[in-house]
C-alpha cells in the first residue's frame, strides 16, 4: 500500500532531524500510534510521554480530521500505521507554531468523532485517544427496548396471547384455531454467537512467554464459528472478528440484534503465580440475574412496554410494578437455568481433554452474561498464565479439540430443546432421530396437510385423536395411527 508521497517523505525527514534535537523543549512526545478499525469505527490511539492538551477538529473538501497537539514533538513512525480497513486514507504530520504538532487525518467517508484522554495502567503510559464513529453503521440500534427484543418467536407470542386470553376470560383453545392459508415452517438456523474476548486496545492476560489471550481467543472464535456453520441447522454470528475492541454491554446488543439463540465468550483465564490450571465454564450469578432484574427495569421505566405479539399485544403499562417484576424474574430464571444445563454439557466434555479448574459451573456477575432472554457462557478454555497451558493454548490441534467440546455441549442441549421455528425442531416432528409416532402441531399447519405428510387418510387421523373438525391448536401433540 502506498500512503507516502515526496513531500511527506520530506516533512518526516524533517521530523526526523527535529527528533534528534534535545526535546527537553517540548512538554510531551507521541511515542507510539496504534489503529484499530472495526465495522462501524476506527480508533486511533496516541501513547504519549506525558498528558497532553488536544484539539481536535473537521474540515471539509477534502474531507478530513485535524488533532493539534499542544507543546508535543513526533517521536513515531506514521509510515508504519496500517490504515487498511478504516476510515482514513492518509496521515500527515506537521510543526505549528514553533512547538505544537499537528496530525491530520485524510478521511474516504464521513465520521463522527470523539476523543478523551487515558491516564496510565499496567500496561500503557498516558494516551490521547480519538475514535471515528461511522454514521449509520453502528453494529446495533441504540436503544434498545429490552422487553420488546424478549419477545423473539412465536411460541412466546403464542404465549402472552394466551395469558391474555386467560386474563380476559376467553377459552384460547377454541379461539385460535389455525386454519387455511398454510404457512411453511421457518426452519430457520439456530444463531449462536461467538465472542472472543478483549482485542484491540485491550490484550486481555498475558502468558509468561508473550502470549496475547485477545489473540489466542479470537482464534478459538474463528474455528468454533466454523464449526457451528458446518452444522446443519446451526448459525455463527461472530461478536467481535478482528483486533478491536468492543463494549461489553454492546457485545449483548449485538447478540440480541442478530436475534442469537445462544451466547458464548471465549476467554483464558491469568493468575499472578504460574500454577493454577485448568478450564472453567462460568454462568451469571443469581445475584448479578436479579441486581440485573431491577436495572432493566429502571432502563425501560420510560420506554413504550409493549410486548408485541403475532396478533395480541399484551401491554405491561397497567400492569403493577411487582407483576413486570416476576414477569422478568421468571424470563430471568428460565434463561439462567438453561445456562447452567448447557454449561454443564459443556464442562463435561471439556474435562475429557483438559483438567478442570472447578468441578462444576461457575457463576458469577459478568456483564456479557447479563441477557435476560439468551442463555449465557463463558468459557475460560485455561490459565495463559501457567506456562504448560500457555503453550497448549496456541496449538491448532488443542484449540481445535477445545472448541468441539464446547460446541458439542451446545449442539446437545439444542437438539434435545430445539426452539419452535428452527429446522431442528421440525426435524424432531417429523420423527426424525426420535421414532416417536407423535406430532406436536407448528403454526401454519393444518389437519389434511398433516395427515397427507404422514401418508394417514384425515378421517383416521380424527378419529386416533378424538377430533370433531378440522380446528386444531399450536402446540397440540397428535397420535399419528399406523395406516
Ligand atoms: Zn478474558
Request: glycine content about 8%.
Given at each position: 500500500m502506498s500512503r507516502g508521497n515526496v513531500s511527506r517523505r520530506l516533512l518526516g525527514g524533517l521530523l526526523a532531524l527535529a527528533a534528534l534535537m534535545p526535546s527537553a523543549a517540548f512538554a510531551a512526545s507521541v511515542d507510539n500510534l496504534r489503529l484499530w478499525a472495526a465495522p462501524d469505527h476506527a480508533r486511533l490511539v496516541f501513547d504519549l510521554s506525558s498528558s497532553a492538551e488536544a484539539n481536535v477538529f473537521s474540515l471539509d473538501d477534502p474531507r478530513r480530521l485535524v488533532i493539534d497537539l499542544a507543546d508535543t514533538r513526533l517521536a513515531a513512525?506514521?509510515?508504519?500505521?496500517?490504515?487498511?480497513?478504516?476510515?482514513?486514507s492518509d496521515v500527515r504530520t506537521g510543526v505549528r507554531d514553533g512547538d505544537d504538532l499537528r496530525v491530520v487525518l485524510e478521511l474516504n467517508r464521513e465520521v463522527e468523532p470523539r476523543h478523551f484522554r487515558l491516564a496510565p495502567n499496567e500496561q500503557y503510559g498516558h494516551r490521547l485517544v480519538v475514535d471515528l464513529e461511522y454514521p449509520g453503521e453502528s453494529a446495533v440500534e441504540d436503544p434498545i427496548d429490552p422487553i420488546e427484543a424478549m419477545i423473539r418467536d412465536q411460541e412466546i407470542a403464542a404465549d402472552r396471547a394466551q395469558a391474555q386470553a386467560r386474563v380476559q376470560g376467553r377459552d384460547v383453545v377454541d379461539s385460535a384455531p389455525v386454519q387455511e392459508p398454510a404457512q411453511p415452517h421457518p426452519k430457520r438456523d439456530i444463531i449462536i454467537a461467538v465472542d472472543p474476548g478483549h482485542g484491540g486496545e485491550d490484550p486481555g492476560a498475558i502468558g509468561?512467554?508473550?502470549?496475547?489471550e485477545k489473540d489466542v481467543v479470537l482464534e478459538m472464535g474463528r474455528r468454533l464459528a466454523r464449526k457451528i456453520n458446518a452444522t446443519e441447522g446451526f448459525k455463527a454470528v461472530m461478536i467481535r472478528d478482528d483486533d478491536y475492541y468492543v463494549g461489553l454491554r454492546q457485545r449483548t446488543r449485538i447478540a440480541r440484534e442478530q436475534k442469537a439463540d445462544f451466547f458464548v465468550s471465549i476467554h483464558a483465564d491469568a493468575f499472578r503465580s504460574p500454577r493454577p490450571h485448568g478450564s472453567s465454564v462460568f454462568a451469571l450469578s443469581q445475584s448479578g440475574a436479579t441486581s440485573e432484574t431491577a436495572q432493566w427495569l429502571a432502563a425501560s421505566e420510560n420506554r413504550s412496554d409493549l410486548i408485541g405479539g403475532v396478533d395480541g399485544n399484551l401491554s405491561l403499562d397497567d400492569k403493577d410494578e411487582v407483576l413486570r417484576g416476576v414477569l422478568l424474574d421468571l424470563t430471568m430464571t428460565a434463561t439462567l437455568n438453561d445456562s447452567l444445563t448447557i454449561g454443564g454439557q459443556v464442562l463435561d466434555r471439556l474435562g475429557r481433554i483438559n483438567d478442570l479448574h472447578k468441578p462444576r459451573v461457575e457463576q458469577a456477575g459478568f456483564v456479557v452474561l447479563k441477557s435476560p432472554d439468551i442463555p449465557s457462557l463463558l468459557v475460560e478454555t485455561g490459565f495463559i498464565s501457567n506456562p504448560d497451558e500457555e503453550r497448549r493454548l496456541q496449538q491448532p490441534g488443542y484449540q481445535d479439540r477445545m472448541m468441539d467440546a464446547v460446541f458439542g455441549g451446545i449442539r446437545a442441549h439444542f437438539r434435545r430443546?430445539?426452539?419452535?421455528?428452527?429446522l431442528l425442531a421440525w426435524q424432531r416432528d417429523q420423527g426424525r432421530g426420535t421414532g416417536g409416532n407423535e406430532y406436536r402441531i407448528q403454526p401454519g399447519d393444518t389437519l389434511s396437510e398433516i395427515a397427507a405428510r404422514h401418508g394417514v387418510p384425515v378421517a383416521q387421523l380424527r378419529q386416533a385423536n378424538e377430533l370433531n373438525g378440522d380446528v386444531i391448536r399450536v402446540g397440540q401433540v397428535l397420535q399419528i395411527p399406523r395406516s
Open positions: 513512525d506514521v509510515e508504519r500505521l496500517d490504515l487498511e480497513g478504516s476510515a482514513i509468561p512467554s508473550g502470549t496475547r430443546n430445539p426452539p419452535p421455528a428452527s
